[in-house]
């Protein structure tokens, strides 16, 4: 297996993977032209998405940001959402039906509610270096074969070689598989709430 970065020659198999990753998220749902948006929010600077590759064929990926000590503080929700903005609304336009869907409503109304939150102002810097991974998936037919885990370590390498020792995710609180597996891996709980659970780690250089 190998992995290494996103380019933009990959979108059209790594939308399909996604998709194959997380067939119920708002991004599958709505359809491939705000996944490819999300893949091109990835490669902004600060920003990372990983492919990993078995025989030509991608099979897993963890996409993520970072910032380092005096930068400007990321904030996913917001500044993604600000991202994708304009090409959901197009999206739901082209296909209005869409709206009435369970996960499309509940995504609607959680922007709404936070809508006026974590918002980056000129005075919002990072006071440490910290990288975050946003999402890992794997493909259905290549789950149980140890890919999220070298996902997690290359990653985990990646923020090394920036110098960076603190790692931050979010895992739903209903996703029992994902808890377990990082949990396993040394991470830590940082905030817990009803509906997710913030999860870190410090790393060595050892």
């Known amino acids: ?21 997380f067939p119920k998220t708002l991004m599958a749902i709505i359809g491939p032209q705000v996944i490819q948006k999300f893949l091109e929010w990835c490669l902004q600077k600060n920003h990372y998405f990983f492919v990993a590759y078995i025989k030509n064929q991608p099979v897993g990926f963890v996409s993520g940001y970072y910032y380092m000590k005096g930068e400007p503080f990321i904030h996913s929700t917001s500044e993604l959402a600000l991202f994708l903005r304009k090409d959901l609304i197009n999206s739901l336009l082209k296909q209005p039906w869409k709206v009435f869907h369970p996960t499309v409503v509940k995504k609607i109304l959680k922007h709404v509610k936070h809508q006026n939150s974590n ?22 037919n290549f789950q149980r074969q140890g890919i999220a885990e070298k996902l997690t370590q290359f990653v985990t390498s990646f923020a090394l070689e920036k110098s960076i020792t603190h790692l931050k995710l979010t895992v739903e609180t209903n996703n029992k598989a994902g808890l377990n597996f990082y949990s396993k891996n040394g991470w830590s709980n ?10 870190h780690k410090y790393l060595t250089n050892e």
């Open 1 to 21: 297996m190998t992995i290494r970065p996103l380019q933009k020659v990959d979108f059209p198999d790594v939308i399909q993977l996604y998709k194959n990753c």
């Open 119 to 140: 918002v980056v102002g000129e005075n919002d810097i990072a006071v440490s270096s910290e990288l975050s991974i946003l999402s890992i998936g794997v493909s259905p």
């Open 190 to 199: 940082l905030l817990i709430t009803k509906d997710y659970i913030v999860k």
